[in-house]
């Protein structure tokens, strides 16, 4: 039997990915999106989805900490991704499958978009700019597996009826 809770609270992730870093932070991608939205939807929506990947955790911890600067808007979306859909699927197992398949469904629409919107991936994922890139996908995927695992324990154990 297929788990209905689950796949929704993927979903819910998915669309709540598109404008999570609005909740938190509007400023600053919003300008770029304006520019793009009237002539390439492709390029406005990839970069939507891309917003989400610009906190560089790994520059964070090799630099100077302070409190403020790790709690970037992206970290707190994606905490907050995870949170929803982890309390949608329900339990804590469940709760940390649905965020960190949000983080990587995520991951592919921003390249698949990127690509077909001609972006240039590969300065990306290379150079200086690959340990930024990692960084955004790492906090990504460690702001969805918290976000994740207190939703689920929070929305209580999984149980299934027949």
């Not at 891309?50 to 790790?70: E, R």
């Not at 590969?122 to 939703?151: C, K, N, R, V």
Request: net charge negative.
């Amino acid at each position: 039997m297929a788990s209905y809770r689950l796949i929704f609270g993927i979903l819910i992730g998915i669309i709540l990915s598109f404008l999570s870093v609005f909740f938190f932070n509007m400023e600053s991608i919003f300008n770029q999106i304006e520019i793009y939205a009237d002539t390439d939807l492709l390029k406005a929506t990839a970069l939507l989805i891309g917003a989400n990947f610009k906190f560089d955790i790994i520059a964070f911890f090799t630099g100077s900490l302070t409190v403020s600067g790790f709690f970037a808007a992206q970290l707190l979306a994606w905490l907050f991704i995870g949170y929803i859909s982890g309390t949608i699927a329900k339990g804590l197992r469940r709760g940390i499958i649905a965020g960190l398949l949000v983080v990587v469904v995520d991951i592919l629409l921003w390249i698949i978009l990127s690509i077909v919107s001609g972006e240039d991936l590969m300065a990306l994922f290379q150079g200086t700019q690959l340990s930024e890139t990692l960084g955004g996908i790492i906090s990504g995927l460690l702001g969805a597996f918290i976000g994740g695992s207190i939703g689920g324990l929070i929305s209580g154990p999984f149980e299934e009826f027949y």
